[in-house]
């Protein structure tokens, strides 16, 4: 029974730790949707405005996926503080290349996780993170469908307009051509 005890985690404190960065990452995530929310409101993009709060939500929720995960294993989640979050953008453009840079370096961040996790053969947390893997793949392509509007669509005249309109429209469905 002391074996059982002393193995308190099934995490090692590297994973731990690692996981433990990545929750703040996601929160860091969520404020900076939040942000940029609040941006595109104050601006007058309204669908774009709602498309970032949801994307705040959607990153809310990623965090406490991860939190609840390092506690079913054991671990201790740390509630992150979280602050520098920009709030003013020079353009509408740049809030959503902002937006497809940070989901990158979230994608990136879990696959430094992983590599971890292959090192210390954690299959069971490299399987959790398959999850987050195939949800980057919809966060990263619905980013750059965004900044192609701007290409496509352009921002003279009413183009900002149309293209806050067909933000909200932007979908990704697995396995189909877009």
């Known amino acids: ?8 985690s099934l995490l ?14 996601e929160a860091h995530s969520s404020s900076l949707y939040l942000a940029m929310a609040s941006w ?19 990153e809310r929720k990623h965090q406490m996926k991860l939190f609840h995960y390092v506690l079913d294993m054991g671990g201790t989640a740390i509630s992150p503080d979280i602050n520098n979050i920009k709030i003013e953008y020079m353009s509408f453009r740049e809030v959503f290349e902002d937006a497809l840079e940070q989901e990158i370096a979230i994608t990136q961040s879990f696959k430094n996780i992983a590599a971890k996790c292959h090192k210390e053969q954690d299959f069971v947390t490299l399987e959790f993170l398959n999850w987050f893997f195939k949800e ?13 509007l701007f290409d496509l669509i352009g921002e003279a005249g009413t183009g900002r307009w149309e293209i806050d309109r067909h933000i909200a429209k932007i979908k990704y469905s697995e396995g189909e051509e877009a």
Do not use: P, W
Not at 14 to 22: G, H, R, V
Not at 40 to 57: H, M, P, V
Not at 136 to 148: G, H, N, P, V
């Open 1 to 8: 029974m002391k074996d059982l005890v002393r193995h308190k």
């Open 12 to 25: 090692s404190t590297e994973i731990e730790s690692s996981l433990n960065q990545q929750i703040k990452k």
């Open 40 to 58: 595109c409101d104050r601006n007058g993009f309204d669908c774009s405005a709602q498309y970032f709060y949801d994307q705040s939500e959607e």
């Open 136 to 148: 980057q793949r919809e966060e990263e392509f619905k980013a750059r469908r965004a900044l192609e």
